[in-house]
Structure formats: structure tokens, C-alpha cells
């Protein structure tokens, strides 16, 4: 999981906030115990006495007491037990409380990152990639194949049929994501609207969250209009608006939804030209939607662009039925 320093700092802040309200919720137990039973806050300082008298008898050289010593905390701990039971309250009451137990609030164990981290790092990064919610429902599990008809489209004659298309891409995308550690590889959709770009772009982005890898979903209007505009033009004096916009070269996949829907001019030209550039440079991968055809790619980004894409990307053409459509008539036939 590769966060920024930021990023790590801010989903720390939970372990760092569980340990503050933990050690307040265990020293208000304490002090409520210590009024209803006196003798076990005795005890509890017998027990550290008997600590530091051990220590002090071994830096001494004298006669070895630990034992006796172990035997003496392990009766008074019996006591200890005994008067919380006798007095209505659970054994563990005055044990130390950990939000996880295994962990115990520090994120890590002597694997590694404890697996509460890890769960928590995957919802953090849902948060991250603006696709929290919409995931929920645009996955592999509701991609639906049947949208497509399996005969020969009339604008693509001699080619697969569209649902052979769409078979050959979906593989395609489940081996990216497959392979996602060990190759790196760039995708661009492109077709008309209303065949699934989008949402086969969401299923991708939710098998690579859900493995714990950063993935940041943009429109290009959102992109270009507002992330980048504010950075370079305004000098990102939005909140967060730096964090977002190295973010767009961090992430391990960045997708560029609609690009084309953007007001293009020399500027946007340029800022794509540099994020595309940067990132296939560091070998980080990128997906991109378009309803432009290779042609208006062409013509209305720079040369360098789109030669860049056209080289470096795997090119998926989408065609068929448009599937928003139909899914809207037949969600109204249904009712």
C-alpha cells in the first residue's frame, strides 16, 4: 500500500485517537474500582512495590526472591480477582482495553501490518479514489454480458460481434488486474456513450482497492477544471488541493473518466500531456474513457498526446446497444 506521508499520517490519527480514549476509558475504570474496593488499589501497589524490590535485590547481587516474589503477585492477583467478582464486576474490568486486541491499537504485529490496518487502509483508500459509494453497485459480480448482442453490429461489419468484443475486453481487464503488481499496463476505452466504459472502469477500480492498491477515479471536467486549475492557476489555495494534485502522479492507477466532456485548450493539452508522461515514466498505470474516436483524439489534443496514448495504451473499442438505455426501459417495463 504506497501512501503519501499525509495519507499514512491521517489514517494513524484512528490508532492514535483509540489509544487516548482507551487509556482514558481504563484509567476512569480505575478510579472507579479504587472508591468501591480500596483493597485493590493496595494491592495493585503491592504488586509494584514487589516490582521495584525484585529490581533492586538483583542489582544488588543478593539472594535471587523473584520467585517468591511471582508467588506473592499471584495470590494478591487471586484477591484482586475475587473482590471485582464479588463485587459485580467482570474479571478482566481493570485489564488494559484495546480498540484490537491483536494489534493492540499500534497497527502492527510481528507479521506486519495488523490486519485491522489493512481493512481500515482499504476503506480509507474507497474515501480516497471519490468511488466509496458507487462501487457498491458497479462490479464484476453486476456486469452483465447479456446487454450485448452477439450479432454482427452494422457500423463494425467483419468484425466481433458485440458481445465477443466485450468478452475479449472484460479478459483483458481481469488480467490487467491479475498481473496489476508485476506488469504495468495502460488502457483506453473509447465509444459511443451509454456502452459501459464507465462502468467496466469501476469494476476494475473496486478488484484493485479491494487487494489494497491506491486508485484515484477523475472526470476529466473535475480533473482538468477544477484539481489542476486550482494548483497551477490559483496556486492550490483549496484545502488538500496540493494532496490531490500529486495524487494524480502517486496513485497506482489513475482513471480519467469522459475525457473530451473538458473545455480543451493549450493548457489542458499540456497538463495532460504531463500527468500521462510522468506516469507511464514512473511506471504507473492509467485507464482512460473517452466517447471520442481515435480521429478527435487526434485532432484535438497535441500530436505528442496522442501518440503516447496510441503507443503505449491498450486500445478498447466499445459498440453495440446502448446499455443505459436499455436498462432504463427495462427497469420501466418492469414496473
Same mark, same amino acid.
Given at each position: 500500500?504506497?501512501?503519501?506521508?499525509? !495519507?499514512?499520517?491521517?489514517?494513524?490519527? %484512528?490508532?492514535?485517537?483509540?489509544?487516548?480514549?482507551?487509556?482514558?476509558?481504563?484509567?476512569?475504570? +480505575?478510579?472507579?474500582?479504587?472508591?468501591?474496593?480500596?483493597?485493590?488499589?493496595?494491592?495493585?501497589?503491592?504488586?509494584?512495590?514487589?516490582?521495584?524490590? /525484585?529490581? =533492586?535485590?538483583?542489582?544488588?547481587?543478593?539472594?535471587?526472591?523473584?520467585?517468591?516474589?511471582?508467588?506473592?503477585?499471584?495470590?494478591? /492477583?487471586?484477591?484482586?480477582?475475587?473482590?471485582?467478582?464479588?463485587?459485580?464486576?467482570?474479571?478482566?474490568?481493570?485489564?488494559?482495553?484495546?480498540?484490537?486486541?491483536?494489534? @493492540?491499537?499500534?497497527?502492527?504485529?510481528?507479521?506486519?501490518?495488523?490486519?485491522?490496518? @489493512? !481493512?481500515?487502509?482499504?476503506?480509507?483508500?474507497? @474515501?480516497?479514489?471519490?468511488?466509496?459509494?458507487?462501487?457498491? %453497485?458497479?462490479?464484476?459480480?453486476?456486469?452483465?454480458?447479456?446487454?450485448?448482442?452477439?450479432?454482427?453490429?452494422?457500423?463494425?461489419?467483419?468484425?466481433?460481434?458485440?458481445?465477443?468484443?466485450?468478452?475479449?475486453?472484460?479478459?483483458?481487464? =481481469?488480467?490487467?488486474?491479475?498481473?496489476?503488481?508485476?506488469? $504495468?499496463?495502460?488502457?483506453?476505452? &473509447?465509444?459511443?456513450?451509454?456502452?459501459?466504459?464507465?462502468?467496466?472502469?469501476?469494476? $476494475?477500480? +473496486?478488484?484493485? #482497492?479491494?487487494?489494497?492498491?491506491?486508485?484515484? &477515479?477523475?472526470?476529466?471536467?473535475?480533473?482538468?477544471?477544477?484539481?489542476?486549475?486550482?494548483?497551477?492557476?490559483?496556486?492550490?489555495?483549496?484545502?488538500?488541493?496540493?494532496?490531490?494534485? =500529486?495524487? #494524480?502522479?502517486?496513485?497506482?492507477?489513475?482513471?480519467?473518466?469522459?475525457?473530451?466532456?473538458?473545455?480543451?485548450?493549450?493548457?489542458?493539452?499540456?497538463?495532460?500531456?504531463?500527468?500521462?508522461?510522468?506516469?507511464? =515514466?514512473?511506471?504507473?498505470?492509467?485507464?482512460?474513457?473517452?466517447?471520442?474516436?481515435?480521429?478527435?483524439?487526434?485532432?484535438?489534443?497535441?500530436?505528442? %498526446?496522442?501518440?503516447?496514448?496510441? /503507443?503505449?495504451?491498450?486500445?478498447?473499442?466499445?459498440?453495440?446497444?446502448? $446499455?443505459?438505455? /436499455?436498462?432504463?426501459?427495462?427497469? $420501466?417495463? !418492469?414496473?
Amino acid at each position: 500500500m504506497a501512501f503519501t506521508n499525509s !495519507q499514512y499520517d491521517e489514517l494513524m490519527q %484512528t490508532y492514535y485517537q483509540n489509544q487516548i480514549n482507551n487509556q482514558a476509558l481504563a484509567n476512569s475504570r +480505575k478510579e472507579e474500582v479504587y472508591a468501591a474496593i480500596p483493597r485493590i488499589m493496595e494491592i495493585d501497589q503491592l504488586i509494584a512495590m514487589s516490582s521495584i524490590d /525484585a529490581a =533492586r535485590t538483583k542489582l544488588k547481587q543478593k539472594k535471587d526472591n523473584t520467585a517468591s516474589i511471582k508467588e506473592q503477585n499471584k495470590q494478591l /492477583a487471586l484477591e484482586k480477582t475475587s473482590l471485582l467478582k464479588a463485587h459485580g464486576y467482570p474479571e478482566d474490568y481493570l485489564k488494559p482495553i484495546y480498540t484490537c486486541p491483536l494489534c @493492540k491499537d499500534t497497527a502492527k504485529t510481528a507479521d506486519g501490518y495488523c490486519t485491522c490496518f @489493512k !481493512q481500515a487502509a482499504i476503506s480509507f483508500l474507497y @474515501k480516497q479514489s471519490t468511488l466509496e459509494h458507487i462501487l457498491e %453497485t458497479e462490479n464484476f459480480e453486476h456486469f452483465d454480458l447479456s446487454f450485448y448482442p452477439d450479432l454482427t453490429d452494422s457500423k463494425h461489419p467483419g468484425e466481433p460481434t458485440p458481445y465477443e468484443n466485450m468478452q475479449k475486453i472484460l479478459t483483458d481487464s =481481469r488480467e490487467f488486474i491479475k498481473t496489476f503488481e508485476q506488469n $504495468i499496463d495502460n488502457f483506453l476505452f &473509447y465509444g459511443d456513450t451509454g456502452l459501459g466504459k464507465t462502468f467496466l472502469s469501476h469494476c $476494475i477500480a +473496486k478488484e484493485l #482497492l479491494d487487494s489494497g492498491h491506491t486508485v484515484l &477515479y477523475q472526470s476529466s471536467v473535475h480533473l482538468f477544471e477544477d484539481v489542476c486549475a486550482e494548483v497551477i492557476m490559483k496556486k492550490g489555495q483549496l484545502p488538500n488541493s496540493q494532496e490531490t494534485y =500529486r495524487y #494524480l502522479y502517486d496513485c497506482d492507477l489513475l482513471i480519467i473518466d469522459d475525457l473530451g466532456t473538458e473545455y480543451t485548450n493549450s493548457f489542458v493539452s499540456s497538463e495532460l500531456y504531463d500527468i500521462l508522461n510522468t506516469r507511464l =515514466r514512473t511506471q504507473k498505470s492509467t485507464l482512460i474513457s473517452t466517447n471520442l474516436n481515435l480521429q478527435e483524439l487526434n485532432e484535438r489534443y497535441s500530436s505528442r %498526446t496522442a501518440t503516447r496514448i496510441f /503507443a503505449e495504451y491498450k486500445v478498447c473499442n466499445f459498440y453495440g446497444s446502448n $446499455i443505459r438505455l /436499455a436498462k432504463r426501459s427495462q427497469a $420501466i417495463q !418492469q414496473k
